[in-house]
Structures are given as C-alpha cells and as structure tokens.
C-alpha cells in the first residue's frame, strides 16, 4: 500500500515539473524576440544623423607634390587633420609660405622661385601655436637641364669641410596671432647643427613688419657646441604695415665664428599669422581663393608715427616732495602729417591704435597712473596741434613726486591722441622712466662764532655736519677747501650718523690775500643706485689785513728797555787791529779792556744805578763851609 502510494506521488511531480518547464520556454522566447526587435533599429538614425565626427588633433600626413624645381613658383598640396583658417606652412631652415586654407585636412602652399635646392621639413603652424612637422617631406631640385653641372664641383666640398650650422629648431610669439601696433614678446630656438662649435653667436632681428624693442634688435646668444640648442627672447612691437595682410615676417640673422676664426652667417624669415581686419572671417573660410586675392591688392595707408625722441627733467634727479619740470621732445617719424595732436602724460583710456575715422570727441586722460608723479598748475592733458612729417615740437609739463614716493627708477607711461588726413584716429602708447633719489638731509657750518682771520696768519675752522634727516645715513670724508689759501687738517672720515648726530671738523687755515674769502665744506656718500654722490655747501669768510709791527729802535737795550747812548766815532766799532790787541794786554791784567773814550755802562746794568767805576770815591770839599 506505502509503495503504491510513494509511486503516484513521483509520477505526479514529475507532471509538475514538465509543466513548469513547458511554459517557461513559452514565455521567454516571445520577450527574446521583442526585445531584439526593439533594439535594433532605434540607435543606427541617432548616431549617423546628429553626431558629426570630432575633429582629430593636428597632423600633416602627405606633401603633393614632394619635389619640386626652383626655378619658378610651384603649388604643393598639404594634407594631413586639424588645419584651420590661419594655418601657415613652413620650411625648415627657410620660412613661412603663402598658405591657403581649403578644409580641415587640406592646405595649399606656394613655393618661390630661387629657393635653394636640399631636403626640407614642412611644418604646419596654427593660431593656437599647435605645429606638427613631417620631416624630410619636401625636396627641391634643379631643372633637369641643370642638374649634372653643379655636382662635379659640389661633390667632394661636403665631405671635406667641417663647419658649425646654425637653423632654427622651433619659434613662436605670445599672441596666437599678431595684431598692428600690439607689443608682443618673441621666442626662437637656434640649434648647432653642424660639426663644430659655434662661437661668438649674435641674432639680429631686422626691422620689417616688426620692429624690435627694449635690446636694439641684438641678442648675444655665446657658443654653442654641435647639437647643443640655445632659447631666448625678444620684444617686439608689430608695425601698422601689417594692416591688409595675412602674414607677417620676421626676419633674423644670425653671425658666428668657428674655432679658426671663420666667420659664417645665417637668415631665417619667420612667419606669424596676422589677425584679419575687418570682417568676414567666415566668408574666408568657405571661400579660401578670397584671401589670396584680396592679399596682393591691400597696401599698407601712410601714418603718423609721434615718438619721444628725448626727455628731461628740471631738477635733475627727483627727491620726494619735490615740483619738477619735465620737458619731452615729440618728432613726427610717420610718412603722414598728424593732426589735432594731444599728449596725455600718464595714458589715455582711448586704448590702442585704432585707424578708423571719428566725427569728433575730447581725449580722456583721466585713467593715468598718479600715484607716483602728479600734474600740479594745470591738467595731464596738453595739445601740440600740427605736426609735419619729421617736425619735433618740445612739450612741458609740471608735476610733484608724491611725499611717499620711495627711491627707485619709475616708468611713466605717456599718450598721444591724433588723427591723420583722412580724420582717422590714433593712439601712440609709450613709455619714459623717472628717477626719484633720497637725499640725505644734512647742515655744514661753524659749531662756534664764526673765526676772524688775518692775511699770511694761520687761523682754525670749527666746523661741523649735523644729520637734519629722519634715517641714519653712512658718510664718507668731510672735507673743507678754499682759494688762495692752504689748508691742514681739513678733511676726515665720518662713517655712520644717526638722525639728529654731529661730526667735527678742526681745520686749520693760513689765508694769503685780505677780503671775503669763501669755504666750499663736502660731504661724500653712496645714494641710493649704488653710486657715489657729494654734498657741498658754501660760507664766506672776512679775513683782515695782517697787523703791522713796528722795528725796534737800534739804540734800546733789548734787555731793559732804557734808551742807552749812541756810540761816538772813534769807539771800538771803529778801532784798529793795534788797538783791539792792546785792550786784549790790558785786560788779562786787570788794568780795564773798555775802549778809549767808551763811557757806557756795564751791560745788563742801567747807567742811573752803576757808574762807570767799579767802585765810588768820596770826593773831600777843597773848602769847608765856615760857620757863623
């Protein structure tokens, strides 16, 4: 009975489970299919229709044709990804080309006439300086009539000769694009690409369509050994002969040496793509032929160009608190009159050069920079007028250095506002540089009453210098000097003098002639550019007829002062050789050496005390008083 049950049991859920396996795959194979029917179709219009493709990085892929003659113009294709409007074509060790934009991965690109024949790289520079080079893509030859001449004799010279080799690894500016009248700063690698070192390396930049600043369009790069490159910089102002054109060149020569003393020299023209004026960029692009017509057509318009040919100040240097004058010499160096010309000092909110006619207007200058230098007695604004091709016209303008101003050199940025002959409108920005120096502050004189001094006498000098400023200064020698005179002791050495502190100086001085005499008292110290510097000051002097002295009489004792007789004729001044030698006798017996007739007294003694006998004799009266 158990077993028959256990069997029914099994066969039922075995049932069961058939079932269950049954309508699982009935479910599920429908789900499959729509889902697969719903997924299918839906993303294949999306994807295609409203996703363009990204554009890929920049690349040059392919030169067309890759060799060229050199003997007359030759078009080449360039294709490769990334290329835009503005694209520029480069040869290395050559320069820019006259490019045409045509799409995104085609360029074309002239190549002129004469370019010398040899492998080049070509290189594709954007706006956004992105460059990508093919290397050795291009090769010019000779024509073919040409081409067995020149290698008989050029043949063995490359494998004889060892040189230095100067060219150009990579350049670029600070602006992606270059703007007419935009100050820009320039950036060349040179690389030593030959076998021997290069020495003594000089770049010139020569001016074009840019004109070099700051340095004089020189730049000393040293030596370079073979492969070593070389970076540096140059700042550049690109000139307004840009206008109309689609690329500007940069020309650079480069001079150097070798090891014997061989001079070589290097040209390179470098191209930068120039921002268009005007509108229409967007027409350029979908009609590249446009910009090469309008190209050739476009001529630079004649303009004023107003420039500082000099400058200076009245005084020279500057002190803090200090009025000055400053006069600049303005020189018209354009090809075209300038007209209704005003000169802001500080700079003018017009902005850059714009060369587009204006129906009128003031000039704003009140956007200058015054926190150093300030306009005092009348406005930063001044009109010059008229000035002619080549005319210079002097300009003034008083201004106060502000009581804050610390020492230092200090830029001063200076405007000119003017209109040429067509009423087109220009704004020349340049800068000058103001030098403010701290003085020291200090007083030289007498520490006492002022001396009286005598001709051919020597007199002292009681001087002094007091430091009258608020900051310690360190000092030289303090020195005094003076004419027609001669002086001792008249200079020392001070040092360091704390505000308010004192230094003498006792000189001594013997003048020659009578009448005011003037002292010239200088102090030495280094300012405040590291260079020496002397402080002078000036006082006068009386000096006074010397005092006479009167001659002593011949006749005074000089040791008593009492008047003495005169000797006669015939005393001893007067003896003969006889009569010295018989006093001589007389006196080595006692018997008196006193000349005959000599009856002054003894020297040293005065007559009224001594007489003229050694001792007195007491005389008896011949008759004695009788008495009454």
């Known amino acids: 009975m158990n077993s028959r049950v256990i069997r029914s049991t099994k066969a039922i859920l075995a049932a069961l489970a058939a079932v269950v396996f049954l309508l699982a795959f009935v479910l599920m194979a429908p789900a499959s299919q729509a889902q697969q029917a719903t997924d299918t179709p839906s993303p294949t219009p999306s994807s295609t229709v409203t996703r363009p493709p990204a554009p890929g990085p920049l690349t040059v892929s392919s030169i067309q044709p890759s060799t060229v003659p050199n003997d007359r113009d030759v078009e080449i294709v360039v294709t490769g990804g990334g290329f835009v409007n503005g694209s520029v074509v480069i040869l290395s060790n050559y320069g820019g080309l006259e490019t045409t934009y045509v799409s995104a991965s085609v360029l074309r690109a002239t190549v002129v006439a004469g370019i010398s024949t040899g492998q080049y790289d070509v290189q594709v520079v954007n706006p956004d300086a992105a460059t990508a080079v093919l290397p050795g893509a291009l090769t010019v030859v000779v024509p073919a009539g040409f081409t067995a001449t020149p290698e008989p004799s050029a043949t063995p010279a490359p494998t004889a000769f060892v040189r230095p080799l100067l060219v150009v690894q990579s350049y670029g500016a600070s602006s992606a694009q270059v703007t007419p009248g935009q100050n820009l700063d320039f950036e060349m690698t040179l690389v030593n690409a030959g076998q021997a070192t290069a020495s003594n390396i000089l770049a010139t930049f020569v001016s074009g369509d840019f004109v070099p600043r700051d340095t004089g369009g020189v730049r000393a790069v040293g030596t370079l050994t073979p492969g070593q490159p070389a970076r540096f910089w140059q700042p550049l102002f690109a000139t307004a002969d840009l206008r109309g054109k689609a690329t500007a060149i940069l020309k650079v020569t480069t001079t150097y040496t070798d090891v014997n003393g061989q001079s070589y020299e290097s040209s390179f023209d470098l191209s930068f793509p120039v921002v268009p004026q005007g509108g229409g960029g967007a027409a350029a692009t979908a009609t590249p ?70 129906s009128g207007g003031g000039v704003s200058g009140g956007g200058g920079q015054f926190g150093e230098f300030a306009p005092i007695g009348s406005s930063n604004v001044s009109r010059l007028g008229e000035l002619a091709v080549g005319e210079s016209r002097e300009a003034s303008q008083q201004l106060i250095v502000n009581t804050s101003t610390e020492p230092g050199a200090y830029p001063v940025r200076v405007s000119f506002v003017y209109n040429d002959n067509t009423g087109a409108s220009f704004v020349d920005d340049q800068v000058i540089t103001l030098l403010v120096l701290q003085r ?189």
């Open 289 to 358: 032929t446009a910009t090469a017509t309008i190209t050739p057509t476009a001529s630079p318009r004649p303009r004023p160009q107003l420039l500082v040919s000099a400058y200076e100040t009245d005084p020279d240097p500057l002190e803090p608190g200090q009025r000055f004058t400053l006069t600049l010499e303005v020189e018209n160096q354009g090809e075209a009159n300038a007209r209704n010309v005003s000169l802001v000092l500080g700079g003018s909110d017009a902005g850059s050069i714009s060369g587009t006619p204006e």
């Open 440 to 628: 020291p502050q200090v007083e030289m004189g007498f520490y006492t009453t002022a001396p009286t001094l005598f001709a051919g006498e020597p007199g002292s000098l009681p001087l002094q210098v007091v430091n009258t400023g608020r900051n310690s200064v360190v000092f030289g020698n303090f020195s005094v000097a003076a004419p027609n005179s001669e002086l001792t002791n008249n200079a020392i050495f001070v040092g360091a003098l704390e505000p308010g502190g004192f230094f003498p100086l006792d000189a001594l001085i013997t003048p020659f002639e009578p009448g005011p005499l003037e002292l010239t008292l200088s102090i030495n110290y280094t300012n405040d550019f590291n260079q020496p510097d002397v402080i002078t000051n000036t006082l006068t002097v009386e000096v006074l007829e010397s005092i006479p002295v009167e001659p002593v009489d011949p006749g005074l004792d000089p040791g008593s002062g009492v008047e003495g007789e005169v000797p006669a004729e015939g005393n001893g001044s007067n003896e003969s050789l006889g009569q010295r030698i018989w006093r001589f006798i007389l006196g080595l017996f006692g018997l008196g050496s006193a000349p005959a007739g000599d009856e002054q007294p003894v020297e040293g003694f005065p007559v009224e005390e001594v007489p003229v006998e050694e001792f007195p004799i007491e005389e008896a009266p011949v008759e004695a008083p009788v008495e009454p």
